[in-house]
């Protein structure tokens, strides 16, 4: 990190230089291989054309159909192309049918979320998903053990009714039956001690409640539940669950708060969480960045990461939404940010005045895992609480 520091040394007549985009470049091996490819539609008016395996899923990270469909993939480590569609006014009239969808290399598809797992499982994943006995048995036991009668929402998934939220007995009822169906088998995963389809299929729909049962009901903790608790415990130790596919506390909020579809098309009013999901095991997110090299070691260097490949269009959204005044003092702002992440000694710099209000629109902006992962959101969030306090 010497060449990072040596640009914020001061003299005593000059502020301190904000590092250069190249020099920040320069300082990220991550950039020097080509991300996993993404494509928004609502840039493409006509098909992207794409080869090989792609993954058609909501655009914004909402959707747990589409998590769970993502999840199985990145359980495999193949290689595939995503392509995101807008499912609220943007979808792209190229588009027919309802996401997640899979197309094959063969150009077959597949559309249901659990039969798209299902077909990873056996054509890259060599079956240890469905290894479990009876595990299509609690994959179906999910339909009977969440609230019935409830408004089908991405945002607010088996929350509300027509006229307002379950109450919170019937919240209740669902989470001890999670936590005894996975006592009988037990735990930690749903089927006992390896992670299945089971999983898959019940995972986005818990850390859902996890972060938004709370917000409605106060008090009310998924966590509260012993064998619930480990089985959040065991899937954030899966690296490709935790480090990309999951969400955080904090977006979920975000969410639930525009989430008018049901309770009679009244979005709730929530607050968000006053602190951030803990940035976990630092070995999980190496187990997740290994072989990936397209991903920063550390989170921090994946944020580092994202904000320099997709800066011209973070810079952007800065001025457009009026977060920060001009592109001049964003571009410094977002390079002195780029630099702390890589070198967290540098956030004592005290020209960092720029950089603080970038800092607190990436926290306000960012939504995970829309946009990165938890653990990286965790290392954004961080710098802009220390930020803050300067």
């Known amino acids: 990190m010497l060449l990072l520091v040596l640009f914020f040394v001061r003299s005593s007549s000059a502020a301190a230089a904000a590092p250069s985009w190249s020099d920040l470049s320069a300082a990220l091996p991550s950039l020097s291989s080509p991300p996993a490819v993404v494509i928004d539609t609502v840039h493409h008016v ?4 794409v080869e090989g395996i792609v993954l058609y899923r909501e ?10 469909a993502w999840l199985a993939l990145e359980l495999t480590g193949a290689t595939y192309t995503t392509v995101l569609i807008d499912n609220i006014g943007g979808r792209p009239p190229w588009f027919s049918g309802t996401t997640p969808r899979l197309r094959w290399s063969d150009g077959t598809e597949t559309g249901e979320s659990m039969d798209i797992a299902r077909e990873v499982d056996e054509k890259l994943g060599n079956g240890t998903l469905y ?67 089971a999983d898959v299929a019940w995972a986005p729909f ?89 991903v920063g070691t550390t989170p921090s260097r994946e944020v580092a990461t994202r904000l320099v490949r997709n800066r011209d269009a973070i810079l952007r959204d800065a001025v457009r939404t009026g977060a920060v005044r001009d592109l001049e003092v964003a571009d410094d702002g977002l390079r002195r940010c780029v630099a702390y992440f890589l070198d967290d000694d ?16 990436l926290s306000d902006r960012v939504c995970v895992p829309r946009d990165m992962g938890a653990p990286p959101a965790a290392a954004l969030h961080a710098l802009n609480a220390k930020l803050s306090s300067y």
């Open 131 to 197: 290894a479990a006995r009876d595990v299509k048995r609690v994959v179906a036991a999910f339909r009977d053990t969440f609230p019935r009668g409830t408004r089908p929402s991405s945002r607010s998934a088996f929350l509300f009714r027509g006229n307002g939220p379950v109450p919170r007995r019937e919240f209740e009822r669902t989470l001890a039956a999670t936590d005894e169906l996975i006592a009988l088998r037990g735990g930690p995963f749903l089927c006992g001690p390896a992670l299945s389809a």
């Open 346 to 361: 540098a956030v004592d710099d005290p020209d960092n005045a720029n950089a603080a209000l970038v800092a607190r629109y």
């Open 59 to 68: 655009r914004n990270g909402w959707c747990p159909y589409s998590e769970r």
């Open 206 to 294: 818990l850390e859902r409640y996890d972060a938004q049962l709370p917000l409605l009901h106060p008090g009310l903790s998924s966590r509260s539940y012993p064998r619930l608790a480990a089985w959040f415990d065991a899937m954030d130790a899966c690296p490709e669950y935790f480090a990309r596919v999951k969400g955080d506390h904090r977006s979920w909020a975000k969410v639930l708060r525009q989430a008018g579809f049901g309770n009679a098309g009244i979005a709730p009013k929530v607050s968000l969480p006053e602190t951030v999901d803990d940035p976990g095991d630092l070995a999980v997110w190496r187990a997740y960045a290994r072989g990936r090299n397209d």
């Open 46 to 49: 006509t098909p992207p054309e």
